[in-house]
Nanobody
Framework: QVQLVESGGGLVQAGGSLRLSCVVS????????MGWFRRQPGKEREFVAT???????YYADSVKGRFTISRDNANNTVHLQMNSLKPEDTAVYYC?????????????????WGQGTQVTVSS
């Protein structure tokens, strides 16, 4: 059984930083792309960042230059370092593991999801 468990969310002031983590169990972690998505209040779930098994990363334009995705294959963990946070970054953040080693923004390419962690950025 594949499980993804996120942690690291919380309340932070605008301009601050948070680091999200997601631990994956039940599959060969290093083979698959890992992604972060978010759902802002009243909006659809949207792509944030992805880290391919080969090391390539992609980011949504809205977070480029502020967020960094990384992975620790030895510990089956993917991180999302979020700096210079803005109130519009407030959302529930989800990690997901893809069906293949490469995946970008299409949610259908990700077949397992975590339960999400709340990030709230105050102005």
């Amino acid at each position: 059984q594949v499980q993804l468990v996120e942690s690291g969310g919380g309340l932070v002031q605008a301009g601050g930083s948070l680091r999200l983590s997601c631990v994956v169990s039940g599959r060969a972690f290093s083979w698959y792309a890992m992604g972060w998505f978010r759902r802002q209040p009243g909006k659809e779930r949207e792509f944030v960042a992805t880290h391919w098994s080969g090391g390539t990363t992609y980011y949504a334009d809205s977070v480029k230059g502020r967020f960094t995705i990384s992975r620790d294959n030895a510990n089956n963990t993917v991180h999302l370092q979020m700096n210079s946070l803005k109130p519009e970054d407030t959302a529930v953040y989800y990690c997901a593991t893809a069906q293949y080693g490469r995946a970008i923004s299409n949610r259908r390419d990700y077949n397992y999801w975590g339960q999400g962690t709340q990030v709230t950025v105050s102005s």
